[in-house]
């Protein structure tokens, strides 16, 4: 049956994908159910009434959808079955049915209209209500804004449940009973005052008689606080029955009811007792999902009488992208606390996460991942954890396999077949969150965590810690570390130092480790070694003395100083393995790392270069027998003594300016300021010149004789004078509605502002905001702007570089006409004018276009005679005199 139900949507698809063409011409989103015969069309008496040419395409297409279907090697989910969740968000489901759609349907107007028709006959009841308000024909986009726009006005009530009951902590060997509730948000009835807020419309088809109205009585499934409402809804009809009966366990989450009892017949006194609870509150049980016999299943897990197991779960064979990838890390990580699963093991998976954040980036699974797989799909079938034993103690087992501590949530007791009785596992993150983190600082993180969790599953502290650690180890760091001793605040119970033979603790027990650092807080006796580095030269300089002779060691590191400082202090290390020796350095990341590296654990940095020589200075710290001493110094301190001589001839072998010295001073301050072009203040200082030596060294320089003072961050340049430069902007002020695109011009000299409002910003608005800022403020030189892509369009560049219009210009005291003059702008009686002595606002009357250059290239145009063009330039002088003349009349 299922593979027919699959093949019949399969064939309605492909049913589909045929007539695609013919539906694009009709494009009409209500003909698609007749076409497919779903809907209202899926009888026969409907279909009777067809149109011949409908019946002969829906024949033909069907036809030729069956054979297609008939010929397909391999299965495919169809987009048809996309259906949203009871409590799935609209937003989810539209993706999910995107995706399947674009997958399936290659025509770019049959997606679009399968898209739309799928939406509103697949979601759920409360978003096809939301829908169905809708005018029209709603697209996609405006259906999901609806459905997301009422959860959004929404005030949410919170969480009731943190989480899922964990089904160890039943008692072992008692009896259970599992009961289902049968459409819990369909049973669970609206308060009488609250109905009128979850009124709906159903419209008429042809507006044929008026819309109903209905209110709902019941919880409305999708809403934003319905499982709250629900959780606590059953929580209070099953209130009666854990006042009842104190000793039984009752677990409650959503519909999923769990009851333990210690004995069969005290449970099946419970059980009446429990369906009356929930038929006076109106809640059904469903019959068929009562379980009351062994493997009892809930919330993902097979519940035995002892033991617990997870049931099978099907993974992602083949990962692709991103997107798969992440779905098979979380469904491992969900099953991580039963089956036992290391960090260390699962690093190849882990590894898929990293690189382009893109969902859809292509990922491939790696053979150590493939075989990670392998080993989690045993372990669901092998690995399981046990059910509580009332009358042992707790224990939490802290291990580190593989310098990632995990903890061990159990029951040990050597009368037993198998000791160890796991109730759950207990991981940190994969990562630790800085470079270089303290192990017993994971171990006391570790430690918080198993306690929350024990406080959370029992009410109560475990009875005992047992730590994989000496007993005199335990105690230094306990004294020395404010985080195991935060970790261990309030702790009753008791601390062991010993983990028992067993096969999940033997990993821990081979990993030897010591939570004391390996460094020394006094000096040692041993040789002293001095480091330095250059980054600008990417020399390495490790420098000892040794008699009355000084060593060097020189290496080369590409990269930036920090890499470099890393090299001489990997190179020190690996030197003096054998022998406890001080190291003295001026760089204080150098000083401060190789402190912490000695009891750490080593987080795995993205930059490949760091991390490999991070790996390889806690390689050479940790196989160290001996211990060392670090000093950090100030460098170029000029004081005496044995510290600052060593210092200064490191830096001196790392200074590229010190290596060869210049047969003078003045030699050496020219090489030297070749380097690291210093001041001639500096110069003068460092090599005893005279200022103007100092200052002829500066200015033969090529790259310092000009240098200015640069501007400060965030600081605009400034023009020197009115109208040279101008800063540009765009504005949104949401208050002036359609006019809430506020282009503002200032000038960078003056401060002169101007500022215009329009309905958006494209290129004519830019256009028009600038006629307005010339006409009142002038044409500036230039015009800057940071984010303004509008501003540096074709269009407004061809706008702004156009010829202006050349006008003449009467003047009102002698009555002459005078210009030409560039016109700004003009409108409502007057003309901006840009003058000689600036801009100016005339009356319309007082300006006219200046003809004569258009006058003098018609006349060549038309290859007129030298005598035309005097003939038209006496005719213009003698209009121009007419003008005058008619002027003075006015």
């Known amino acids: 049956m299922t593979s027919l139900s699959i093949n019949g949507l399969r064939w309605q698809s492909e049913r589909w994908n045929r007539m695609r063409h013919w539906v694009q011409e009709i494009l009409d989103i209500r003909l698609i159910p007749m ?56 937003l989810r489901f539209a993706g999910r049915l995107t995706a399947a759609v674009e997958k399936q349907v290659s025509d770019p ?59 160890t902590m039943l008692p072992a060997d008692w009896p259970v009973l599992i009961v289902n509730l049968k459409d819990c948000f369909f049973t669970i009835p609206l308060h009488p005052d609250d109905r009128p807020k979850f009124v709906f419309t159903v419209p008429t088809i042809n507006n044929a008689e008026p819309m109903q109205r209905y209110q709902r009585k019941f919880l409305p499934q999708g809403m934003q606080n319905s499982p709250v409402l629900c959780q606590w809804y059953v929580a209070r009809a099953l209130s009666g029955v854990r006042k009842q009966f104190p000793d039984a366990y009752v677990y409650h989450y959503m519909d999923d009811i769990l009851v333990a009892a210690p004995t069969q017949d005290e449970l099946l006194r419970i059980q009446p007792q429990l369906l009356d609870a929930l038929h006076s509150r109106g809640l059904q049980v469903a019959p068929e999902k009562v379980q009351q016999q062994p493997p009892w299943k809930y919330l993902g897990v097979k519940i035995l009488e002892r033991t617990i197991r997870h049931q ?11 997107n798969d990838a992440q779905k098979l890390v979380g469904v491992i990580t969900w099953l991580r606390p039963y089956l036992g699963l290391t960090t260390a093991q699962l690093s190849p998976l882990f590894e898929l996460l990293k690189g382009d954040t893109d969902l ?85 993180r570790l430690i918080i965590k198993c306690r929350q969790r024990c406080l959370q599953l029992m009410g109560a502290d475990p009875s005992k810690i047992t730590l994989p650690v000496q007993r005199e180890e335990f105690a230094w760091s306990y004294a020395n570390n404010v985080s195991l001793q935060s970790a261990l605040e309030g702790f009753s119970g008791q601390i062991t130092y010993l983990l028992p033979s067993h096969k999940l603790l033997q990993v821990a027990k081979n990993t030897q480790f010591s939570l004391r650092p390996k460094n020394s807080q006094e000096p040692v006796q041993g040789p002293t070694i001095f480091t330095d580095s250059s980054g600008k030269t990417g020399k390495a300089i490790v420098t000892w003395q040794d008699g009355s002779e000084w060593q060097v060691l020189e290496s080369h590191e590409d990269g930036s100083a920090q890499l470099v400082e890393l090299r001489a202090a990997v190179m020190a290390f690996e030197k003096f393995s054998q022998e406890p020796f001080n190291l003295i350095t001026d760089s204080a990341y ?7 590296l000695g009891y750490s654990v080593l987080k795995e940095v993205s930059n490949p270069a760091l991390f490999n020589l991070l790996k390889a200075l806690w390689c050479a710290i940790q196989a160290r027998v001996h211990p060392y001493y670090v000093l950090h110094v100030w460098s170029h301190t000029n004081l005496p003594g044995f510290v600052a001589e060593g210092n200064a001839r490191a830096d001196k072998l790392a200074n590229p ?202 006349a060549d145009r038309q290859g007129g005679s030298h005598d035309k063009l005097e003939s038209r330039q006496v005719d213009e002088s003698s209009s121009d005199r007419s003008d005058d003349s008619s002027t003075d009349s006015d």
């Open 657 to 858: 300016a010190w290596v060869a010295p210049q047969p003078d001073v003045l030699a050496q301050a020219k090489a030297s300021h070749g380097f690291f072009h210093q001041n001639a203040h500096t110069l003068q200082k460092q090599f005893q010149l005279t200022a103007t030596e100092a200052r002829e060294i500066v200015e033969s320089c090529d790259d310092c004789h000009a240098l200015g003072a640069p501007l400060p961050a965030g600081v605009n340049p400034r023009g020197l004078k009115a109208l040279e430069l101008w800063q540009t902007d765009v504005t949104q002020v949401t208050e002036f509605g359609r006019l809430k695109y506020v282009h503002v011009m200032v000038d960078t000299f003056s401060s002169a502002m101007w500022a215009s409002a329009h309905t958006g910003e494209k290129a004519r608005d830019v256009i028009a905001h600038w006629r307005q800022a010339f006409a009142v403020l002038g044409i500036p030189s230039a015009v800057k702007t940071d984010n303004g892509p509008a501003y540096a369009s074709q269009q407004a560049l061809d706008n702004a570089h156009q010829p202006r219009a050349k006008v003449r210009v009467q003047n009102l005291v002698t009555k002459q006409w005078e210009g030409p003059y560039d016109l700004i702008a003009i409108g409502r009686g007057y003309a901006c004018v840009s003058r000689d002595t600036g801009t100016r606002w005339l009356p319309s009357k007082c300006v006219r276009p200046d003809l004569r250059p258009q006058r003098q290239n018609s």
């Open 360 to 444: 859809k980036s292509p990922r491939e699974l790696t053979p150590e991942a493939q075989n990670v797989l392998e080993e989690v799909q045993q372990a669901v079938s092998a690995r399981q954890v046990y059910r509580i034993e009332p009358s042992i103690d707790v224990t939490v087992f802290i291990t580190t396999p593989d310098l990632h501590p995990t903890g061990i949530i159990s029951q040990w007791n050597d009368d037993w077949t198998d000791p160890l009785h796991v109730l759950e596992w207990v991981f940190l993150p994969h990562q630790p969150h800085k470079t270089a983190t303290a192990l017993f600082e994971l171990i006391a």
């Open 109 to 167: 107007a049959a997606r679009k209209l399968m898209l739309q028709f799928l939406a509103r006959s697949n979601c759920n009841a409360v978003c096809k209500r939301i829908i169905e308000t809708l005018p029209g024909d709603p697209p996609m986009s405006q259906m999901v804004e609806a459905c997301v726009r009422v959860n959004a006005v929404m005030e949410g009530m919170g969480t009731l449940q943190a989480g899922m009951p964990s089904p």
């Open 35 to 90: 076409l497919l015969g779903t809907g209202n069309y899926a009888r026969a008496d409907r279909q009777a009434g067809f149109e011949p040419l409908v019946q002969e395409q829906c024949q033909q297409t069907g036809m030729a959808a069956l054979v297609q279907t008939l010929q397909l090697a391999t299965p495919q989910e169809s987009f048809v079955t996309v259906i949203q969740g009871v409590d799935e968000p609209f």
């Open 590 to 596: 150098v000083a401060d790392i190789a402190q912490r």
């Open 312 to 322: 099978e779960v099907q993974f992602v064979q083949s990962v692709k992208t991103l």
